[in-house]
């Protein structure tokens, strides 16, 4: 199997990832956080102009995961201190299980590493139990927890969890 990680370069591979993190997003976090959330978090957070904004002013990058050339997924990076926020890690229900994530989590921590930096920083949903599972797996564990009001009545109750590299 072929995996590739492609840095999000262009103005195509931006709606390439937003296209994704719709699909991905609207099949996974209605049963977490419900549909009405799902929809205000994808404008919010995930849309083109929004990946575009968080590239240009706020200094993330954006990954696409390939497996055999078909788009199958996207993470995101944003560097802070000395530590390395994972912000995003999504890839789609047909390419689960073939370990793409696992080649997205050794290129990040490698990454963490080349730069000299200490830790990598995610939040995580807390009712969401299997992104959890797999993270602790990964190594990260739970040092904070977050209740972050983004508008609208809604909230990101998340666990803030974090891996030393």
Known sequence: M???INRVESESDINIVAQLADKIWREYFPDIIGQDQTDYMISL????????????INNYSYYLLLH???????????????EMFLSKIYVKSDFRGLGLASHAFEFIENEARSRGLESIRLTVNRNNENSIKIYEHRGFVI???????????????????????
């Open 2 to 4: 072929a995996f590739h």
């Open 45 to 56: 957070f995930q849309s083109a102009g929004a990946i575009s904004a968080q590239i240009r």
């Open 143 to 165: 040092v904070d927890r977050q209740n972050l009001d983004i508008g609208h009545g809604y909230y990101m109750d998340d666990y803030i969890m974090e891996k030393i590299v």
């Open 68 to 82: 055999n050339g078909i788009h199958a997924g996207y993470f995101s990076l944003a560097i802070r201190g000395r």
